[in-house]
């Protein structure tokens, strides 16, 4: 990976750079709703796939086919006009609290034997994400919640891993997440 330009000492690859500003346009189009967010998402997780193996985040490469799946899912899911959300009733959201839980518990030693680095932050990072996409693509108001959570969280955990750029995505992430779900209550009404 070459280097595209440097800031504050770090060094920003034209991969990370590309994946950066795809996934930017993925995430706002996804918080207005509209359909075309799909094609977005899959061309910034095939990006940042390929990033975050090189990197040894193997979690969060592995989350990038999750989200490259969720994006051929919503493409065919949602309607041409776009995003119809409602919220969900307790039960479900209490069943996707418990899988969160359990898959994280589950995954983050598999990772941490392998060698992968952050396993336990990163392994949180891939099964919130999993879970926050799955509702997202089914239409759920409470997927900006979840983004919110989990994009305040990888601020933290790449700024830790000193992926400076990508830190700085996901505090983007964050606002917007707060602006998505404003959105998609406005157009539920």
């Known amino acids: 990976m070459f280097t595209v330009f440097t800031a504050w000492g770090y060094e920003?690859?034209?991969?990370?750079?590309?994946?950066?500003?795809?996934s930017l346009v993925a995430v706002v189009l996804g918080a207005l709703g509209v359909r075309i967010t799909w094609p977005w998402w899959f061309l910034s997780s095939a990006l940042y796939g390929?990033?975050?193996?090189?990197?040894?985040?193997?979690?969060?490469?592995?989350?990038?086919?999750?989200?490259?799946?969720?994006?051929?899912?919503g493409w065919y899911g949602w309607k041409p006009s776009g995003v119809e959300p409602r919220?969900?009733?307790?039960?479900e959201?209490?069943?996707?609290?418990?899988?969160?839980?359990a898959s994280w518990l589950l995954l983050a030693p598999a990772l941490a034997k392998i060698g992968a680095a952050a396993s336990y932050p990163d392994s949180?990072?891939?099964?919130?994400?999993?879970?926050?996409?799955?509702v997202m693509v089914l239409q759920r108001?409470?997927?900006?919640?979840?983004?919110?959570?989990?994009?305040?969280?990888?601020?933290?955990?790449?700024a830790r891993q000193s992926y400076w750029f990508t830190s700085l995505l996901y505090l983007v992430f964050?606002?917007?997440a707060v602006y998505g779900w404003f959105r998609w209550i406005r157009i539920k009404r």
């Open 87 to 91: 919220y969900m009733r307790n039960i």
């Open 124 to 134: 949180f990072l891939l099964v919130s994400s999993t879970v926050a996409q799955i």
């Open 141 to 158: 108001n409470e997927t900006w919640i979840l983004w919110f959570v989990i994009d305040a969280f990888g601020t933290w955990h790449y």
């Open 50 to 73: 390929i990033f975050f193996y090189d990197v040894k985040l193997y979690a969060s490469a592995i989350l990038q086919l999750v989200f490259i799946a969720a994006a051929l899912w």
């Open 12 to 22: 920003v690859s034209f991969l990370e750079l590309i994946s950066v500003i795809t």
């Open 93 to 101: 959201r209490s069943i996707w609290a418990f899988v969160t839980l």
């Open 174 to 176: 964050t606002l917007i």
